[in-house]
T-cell receptor, first 110, second 117 residues
Framework: DAKTTQPPSMDCAEGRAANLPCNHS???????VYWYRQIHSQGPQYIIH???NNETNEMASLIITEDRKSSTLILPHATLRDTAVYYC???????????FGTGTSLTVIP | GAGVSQSPSNKVTEKGKDVELRCDPI?????LYWYRQSLGQGLEFLIY????????KSGLPSDRFSAERTGGSVSTLTIQRTQQEDSAVYLC???????????????FGPGTRLTVL
């Protein structure tokens, strides 16, 4: 599975959009991009995933560049409850494992 | 419905003792994963069970670690002769493996915090 690179930490003002970047320059054609988040003292929670098209659900939007070497998770209106560690993962859909890395610690500031 | 549950939530043990950690996956989920998360670190994959297939044990850090899944449901992670470096949160996840969908979301339990003194 491809490695991902994320900034270790970010701040975002409450009510503003949080844009979390992820680099995955070695991604291969059959690998999907997944995002999970982990709120303090809880297990990780699925957010969204995509292959090459932009995706949106009730939680977030995922923007994947045309060359698929990077992506951005967008939380459109961040709330204090969005403070968490966000993990970007790339994995082939047939893979067994998720390699979580160390993620980006997002702090939403009132 | 009920999510993934794990027990105990906290376990304190002495170095050299054996511990067993339990995971109850979501009913009907055929895939089960164990991860370990040390303080301030990301998740480290340990082992994966899928149906009746042989488990993927490639992430187990040493032969002191073992896991089993009985009846395709409950799983137990056993750590023998615990060491201080085994102290971590042990997370279990389960998923419903769909044959045609490209993705199988993992649902995580709350974890077991293991402290080895």
């Amino acid at each position: 599975d491809a490695k991902t690179t994320q900034p270790p930490s970010m701040d975002c003002a409450e009510g503003r959009a949080a844009n979390l970047p992820c680099n995955h320059s070695t991604i291969s054609g059959n690998e999907y991009v997944y995002w999970y988040r982990q709120i303090h003292s809880q297990g990780p929670q699925y957010i969204i995933h995509g292959l090459k098209n932009n995706e949106t659900n009730e939680m977030a939007s995922l923007i994947i560049t045309e060359d698929r070497k990077s992506s951005t998770l967008i939380l459109p209106h961040a709330t204090l409850r969005d403070t968490a560690v966000y993990y970007c993962i790339v994995r082939a859909y047939t893979g067994n494992q998720f390699y979580f890395g160390t993620g980006t610690s997002l702090t939403v500031i009132p | 419905g009920a999510g993934v549950s794990q027990s105990p939530s906290n376990k304190v043990t002495e170095k050299g003792k054996d511990v067993e950690l339990r995971c109850d996956p979501i009913s009907g989920h055929t895939a089960l994963y164990w991860y370990r998360q040390s303080l301030g670190q990301g998740l480290e994959f340990l082992i994966y069970f899928q149906g009746n297939s042989a488990p993927d044990k490639s992430g187990l850090p040493s032969d002191r670690f073992s896991a089993e899944r009985t009846g395709g449901s409950v799983s137990t992670l056993t750590i023998q002769r615990t060491q201080q470096e085994d102290s971590a949160v042990y997370l279990c996840a389960s998923s419903l493996v769909r044959r045609v969908a490209a993705y199988n979301e993992q649902f995580f339990g709350p974890g077991t915090r293991l402290t080895v003194l």
